[in-house]
């Protein structure tokens, strides 16, 4: 696990990871909160334009219906009828002032019946009684405040608050417009109780181009109409949400009249005593911030895969040459030189390879210089460690190797009980053939005595130079008689060897003196010097002999 952490492959993901998250998850965030301002905005955007548009259309439907409650107020029906009542108001007769009333409420009934969007007509007198009315029964319209008056004069229009009509079954608006007689003097007033679901038509064209619903609330948060089909016309909005929907001039969220959750926005018209209130469903906003949101961790996601698996091929393309390269090292240090590793790519890890192959070349020349040198230098080891022991003119076993023999075999006998015996070989009258026929045919003398041994000892014997003209052979396992018989042998072959020379035949003899091991022997000079006096004998007794010590 460490290692995994720790390995370049792991660092590069690491930090391709980080070098690429941090910017773009700065730079997503940016974006998604300016995505998200801008999703308010333009909700805000929305909404106000919806006020605005319903604003503008009622304020010109409450026009319209005004300019026809004007033009009804300066009609003749209207002047005549109430300037005949106020004169008939002095004269007491009752069946003129009837009579009046009854052709004034027929008038209004006529009119009343073309205006679509008029319930109901009523006309009052300068004391704020009514006097005739379009109505059968009692009019809906309350009477005008005290001071209309004056407010008719300076204004010109009276708007009575609207309210849910229960008889129309809608809700209704008044407006009241004062009846002026042709001499300018304030003879009454005409009340039109207005039907405000016809407006309802409009609201929905308003909604065609723009999305969201619209509520029209009265003075107290109750509805009056709405666009939304259904909309119920019992609701009112808690006095807390109609408090904040007031305050604000900003969007809300709050339990929606169109929406179970809605933003909404409040408009109040100037001209009506209507709060228009538009709303847009929340969770239709919040499923486009959902959306938003969903769609910048999918973008975050694919980049982390893209990303990562990038990172790992680049790991990978730099890791795995690395490994190759581990393990040939490792190879080399296990002694593997034959080791060569195809450099196929252009880049640093592809010259790191090449150095490589050039580096293991060059130790593999190295090693083997080194191996002929030390070949060369065991082989010479060897020659030296022979001519250490031998003796150089006849390649026999030295004195000093002669010594080592000896004591190993003194040794021997005395664990085995199995003797042994040393001969001691001396040349007769080697002097006298040196001077005669000189000392090269005197080497040469030497070695064909030494071959001559050689040839007559078994491989388990040993044949050694002692010195000058004499020599010893050490006969392993034998006793006296048995040497002495190998003696004699030597003696004649040596002979006949030498009158075999083809320039100079030379009548050589050889005078030998024997002993064979004994438990008294501690050194190997005990054994020569027995050897050595047995050659005297030898020689003593005639030369060309064999004198054994033990005899
Ligand atoms: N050619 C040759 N002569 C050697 C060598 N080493 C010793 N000699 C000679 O061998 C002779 C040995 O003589 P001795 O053994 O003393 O006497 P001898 O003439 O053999 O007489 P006896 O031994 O009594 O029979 C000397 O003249 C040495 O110079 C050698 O390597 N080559």
Redesign the pocket.
């Known amino acids: 696990m460490r290692l995994v952490l720790y390995s370049i492959k792991s660092k590069i993901v690491i930090f391709a990871v980080i070098a690429t998250l941090l910017p773009t998850i700065s730079l997503s965030l940016l974006s998604f909160k300016q995505n998200e301002a801008l999703i308010s905005d333009s909700v805000t955007r929305e909404l106000r334009i919806l006020a605005d548009n319903t604003n503008r259309q009622l304020d010109q439907w409450a026009e319209e219906n005004m300019l026809a409650i004007r033009a009804l107020s300066t009609s003749s029906p209207v002047i005549e009828g109430l300037t005949t009542l106020k004169q008939f108001s002095d004269s007491k007769s009752a069946s003129a002032v009837k009579q009046t009333q009854s052709v004034m409420a027929s008038y209004l009934r006529s009119v009343q019946i073309k205006l679509d969007e008029v319930l109901e007509l009523t006309v009052f007198d300068a004391t704020r009684k009514i006097v005739a009315s379009s109505s059968t029964s009692t009019p809906e319209v309350r009477e005008p405040p005290e001071q209309w008056t004056h407010t008719s004069l300076t204004s010109g229009t009276i708007a009575i608050p609207p309210a849910w009509n229960d008889r129309f079954a809608t809700a209704t608006i008044s407006i009241i417009y004062p009846v002026l007689s042709y001499d300018s003097q304030l003879i009454g007033a005409i009340a039109a109780t207005l039907d405000l679901g016809t407006f309802e038509s409009r609201l929905a064209e308003i909604k065609k181009f723009s999305s969201g619903e619209i509520v029209l609330l009265d003075q107290h948060g109750k509805v009056l109409l709405g666009s939304a089909p259904g909309v119920d016309h019992q609701a009112v909005l808690s006095p807390h949400q109609w408090e904040l929907i007031q305050m604000f001039d900003e969007p809300i969220s709050y339990d929606g009249l169109s929406y179970p959750k809605a933003i909404g926005l409040a408009h109040t018209s100037e001209n009506i005593p209507v709060t228009i209130l538009v709303e847009q469903d929340h969770s239709a906003i919040q499923a486009a911030w959902i959306k938003l949101r969903n769609r910048f961790l999918e973008f975050v996601s694919i980049l982390i895969i893209i990303v990562t698996a990038v990172a790992l091929y680049m790991g990978h393309s730099i890791v795995t040459p690395l490994k190759q390269l581990i393990n040939a090292v490792k190879g080399i240090v296990e002694g593997n030189l034959d080791i060569y590793l195809p450099a196929k790519r252009r880049d640093e890890v592809g010259q790191l390879t090449d150095i490589f192959n050039q580096m293991t070349r060059a130790l593999r020349n190295k090693h083997i210089e080194i191996m002929t040198a030390n070949q060369a230098m065991q082989q010479q080891n060897q020659l030296l460690q022979k001519l250490s022991i031998t003796d150089g ?1 006849t390649g026999l076993y030295n004195r000093t190797k002669l010594d080592t023999i000896l004591s190993e075999q003194l040794a021997r006998f005395k664990r085995h009980d199995r003797p042994f015996c040393l001969l001691m070989i ?10 005669k026929l ?6 040469r ?2 070695v064909t005595v030494a071959s001559v041994l050689l040839k007559s000892i078994r491989t388990i014997d040993y044949a050694a130079r002692y ?4 020599f010893v052979v050490i006969l392993t396992e034998t006793n006296s008689s048995a040497a002495i018989k190998t003696a004699e042998r030597i003696r004649a072959e040596v002979n006949s060897a030498c009158l075999a020379f083809k320039e100079h035949p030379a009548h050589i003899t050889l ?1 030998i003196g024997i002993t064979q091991s004994y438990y008294d022997d501690i050194t190997p000079n005990d054994l020569i010097a027995r050897a050595d006096a047995a050659l005297y004998e030898a ?1 003593e007794s005639g ?1 060309d002999r064999v004198h054994c010590a033990d005899a």
Do not use: A, M, Q, W
């Not at 001396?426 to 001077?435: A, H, L, M």
């Not at 000189?438 to 080497?443: E, L, N, Q």
């Open positions: 003119l001396d040349i007769d009258y080697f002097k006298t053939i040196n001077d000189g000392h090269i045919v005197g080497d003398i030497l010195g000058g003209d004499e005078s020689k030369r």
